[in-house]
């Protein structure tokens, strides 16, 4: 069992930025890949970046695609999204997630994700 906590969520500016964290409770964390997604009102979940167990390899959807950038911390149970130059189509409620069955890879799938967190707002004015 994971348990995911998100924060640094905010209101920001039109090119701005924010760090998103995420403390995953557990001793089995590095087993799992990580994930980031967002909801928007209205809109589908849709997934934002994604990395491996072992922070080896990484993927971003093509909207986020060098404005933001999604790390881990193994020893400290810790996964970021660093998001710059935001824009105001970036609102959304963005939600940490954990995988096992496909740890080994940077996967997009939202049901590769078994558990989830409680998300964090993240509102960006223009």
């Known amino acids: 069992q994971v348990q995911l906590v998100e924060s640094g969520g905010g209101l920001v500016q039109a090119g701005g930025s924010l760090r998103l964290s995420c403390a995953a409770s557990?001793?089995?964390?590095?087993?799992?890949?990580m994930g980031w997604f967002r909801q928007a009102p209205g809109k589908e979940r849709e997934a934002v970046a994604a990395?491996?167990?072992?922070?080896?390899?990484?993927n971003y959807a093509d909207s986020v695609k060098g404005r933001f950038t999604i790390s881990r911390d193994n020893a400290k149970n810790m996964v970021y999204l660093l998001t710059n130059s935001l824009k105001p189509e970036d609102t959304a409620v963005y939600y940490c997630?954990?995988?096992?069955?496909?740890?080994?890879?940077?996967?997009?799938?939202?049901?590769?994700?078994?558990?989830w967190g409680q998300g964090t707002q993240v509102t960006v004015s223009s």
């Open positions: 557990g001793r089995t964390f590095s087993s799992y890949a």
């Open positions: 997630a954990a995988g096992y069955r496909r740890a080994s890879i940077a996967t997009m799938r939202a049901y590769d994700y078994d558990y």
């Open positions: 990395i491996s167990w072992n922070g080896g390899s990484s």
